[in-house]
């Protein structure tokens, strides 16, 4: 089937494309980003805290080695404002992008604060601290940030500015042992990163799917009827004007008893993917077998009669291996101060009016509830 222009202003999907609308609409890259954002939103608050925490014991330390670092402010200075533009970063971060780099900045910059810290207060001779502080900034890194590239670039930078110093005297036994260790609590950091994120991925993703299933129509991609109600309630207490537009495919059990399950199936995601295609404002569901539900922003009544119509006819155009199918409607305008129960209630009758009286066409619902 072609692409035809509806009177509704979107054009009909092809029958491949109906059946396959919800993968079509999602690609791998902004999959991946969406995961990073549900990833990012359980990471912002321990982020945060342990920023801030990081920040008082930054403080602290400055308090405790001033006498030592006293005669050379400037790399001090320097390493708190670098801490400073990181935390800042952290707490306006908007994406795993910013977020990662506000983590990064700040950890870099507590790493190149510690490193000062005991050159001045040991005389060079702190060596001895080095590795337990890159394991413990990698592993608090690595807790924080989302992406493994990220990880990778941050923990690396934080190991080479704790390490500096150390790798010229490679040629030295004790120097080369120094080295194994650092090079080998690396590559260690790196694949307990690599584990924790990817367990914190599946995890989150898990619990993003169980929650799409119990909003989402898994057949058609439309919203089930619970995630339609709470979703069109909540639209209600707004005061734009909408208007609730009740469908049915008719005839729809002689369909699958004719046809077979699958052809039902895939009439049913054409309607979804049409349904799908009305203007971003609109709220589509499935609200049982063959029944279907839009609220959708309309300023009076006869806006809606055409909104509502334009359904009626489009889907007169669907079909699925050869089988056409028709709509029958009922559409009401939600009056002020009117539950969703009761516009439903007008809708719903309307709706049995329009297949009483021959199938495949509308009715518009009495302004009064009953």
Avoid at 237 to 262: C, M, Y
Avoid at 328 to 344: C, H
Wanted: aromatic share 4%; charged share 20%; glycine share 10%.
């Amino acid at each position: 089937m072609t692409a035809k222009s509806s009177p509704i202003g979107f054009g009909l999907p092809s029958e491949e494309a109906c059946v396959r609308s919800d993968e079509a609409l999602i690609s791998p890259t902004e999959r991946s980003r969406r995961l990073d954002e549900e990833v990012l939103l359980r990471l912002r608050r321990p982020a945060c805290v342990l920023a801030g925490c990081a920040a008082l014991a930054w403080l602290l330390s400055l308090w405790v080695a001033w006498p030592h670092v006293i005669a050379d402010p400037l790399p001090v200075l320097g390493w708190s404002l670098a801490q400073a533009a990181g935390l800042a970063l952290c707490l306006a971060a908007r994406d795993a992008s910013s977020h990662d780099g506000g983590v990064g900045l700040m950890t870099v910059a507590l790493a190149g604060g510690c490193r000062f810290q005991l050159d001045a207060s040991t005389g060079g001779a702190g060596d001895l601290w080095v590795l337990p502080l890159c394991l413990m900034l990698s592993l608090v890194l690595g807790l924080l940030q989302v992406r493994l590239r990220s990880y990778f670039f941050c923990s690396l930078a934080v190991w080479l500015v704790l390490a500096q110093g150390l790798i010229p005297g490679l040629q030295a036994s004790g120097q080369a042992v120094r080295v194994v260790l650092l090079f080998g609590g690396f590559t260690l950091a790196l694949m307990l990163h690599r584990g924790v994120a990817l367990a914190r991925r599946r995890r989150v993703a898990a619990a993003t799917t169980l929650a799409t299933l119990a909003y989402q129509d898994a057949l058609t991609g439309l919203a089930n009827r619970r995630g339609f109600l709470e979703t069109a309630a909540a639209r209600l207490k707004t005061s734009q004007p909408q208007g609730l537009i009740a469908l049915d495919v008719d005839d729809f059990k002689r369909i699958n008893d004719r046809h077979g399950h699958e052809v039902g199936d895939r009439l049913l995601q054409a309607v979804g993917a049409l349904l799908l295609r009305l203007p971003a404002q609109a709220l589509s569901g499935r609200t049982g077998g063959e029944e279907f539900c839009v609220l959708i922003p309309v300023r009076s009544p006869a806006e809606l009669a055409l909104a509502a119509a334009g359904v009626v006819e489009a889907a007169r155009r669907l079909s699925a291996q050869g089988v056409g199918l028709t709509l029958s409607a009922g559409a009401a305008q939600v009056l002020p101060g009117e539950s969703l129960e009761q516009t439903l209630r007008r809708a719903d009758a309307a709706l049995g009016q329009a297949k009483r009286t021959g199938k495949n066409r509308l009715v518009m619902a009495d302004e009064a509830p009953r």
